[in-house]
């Protein structure tokens, strides 16, 4: 089954930043979107941030201004650089991916990081 990797979760204060990478495996041809969900206690899972292989990006509106989702697309890598943290913003993390353009729900999943904002 293909895995996508994830890294970068951890605790921070509020108005602290963390950085999540996610690696793709090279076994996934023709990777054009790819992006970050997350899933908080109690709440459905939302799209945070998205990006495409033309660089088009999406991002929820609580983030706008905060997050920002970039992309190597040589090496199939996706990073999300989260600045002025709040503790809404802590919820397991989940790396995804797919081969369509836009922002569809997506084919390829990560384990999910866990990313703990304290007030």
């Known amino acids: 089954q293909v895995q996508l990797v994830e890294s970068g979760g951890g605790l921070v204060q509020a108005g602290g930043s963390l950085r999540l990478s996610c690696a793709a495996p090279?076994?996934?041809?023709?990777?054009?979107?790819m992006g970050w969900y997350r899933q908080a206690p109690g709440k459905e899972r939302e799209l945070v941030a998205g990006?495409?292989?033309?660089?088009?990006?999406n991002y929820v509106d609580s983030v706008k201004g905060r997050f920002t989702i970039s992309r190597d697309y040589a090496k199939n890598t996706v990073y999300l650089k989260m600045n002025s943290l709040k503790p809404d913003d802590t919820a397991v993390y989940y790396c995804?991916?797919?081969?369509?353009?836009?922002?569809?729900?997506?084919?390829?999943w990560g384990q999910g990081t866990q990313v703990t904002v304290s007030s």
């Open positions: 995804t991916a797919d081969t369509a353009a836009g922002f569809r729900y997506p084919t390829y």
């Open positions: 090279i076994s996934i041809f023709s990777i054009n979107t």
């Open positions: 990006i495409t292989s033309g660089g088009y990006t």
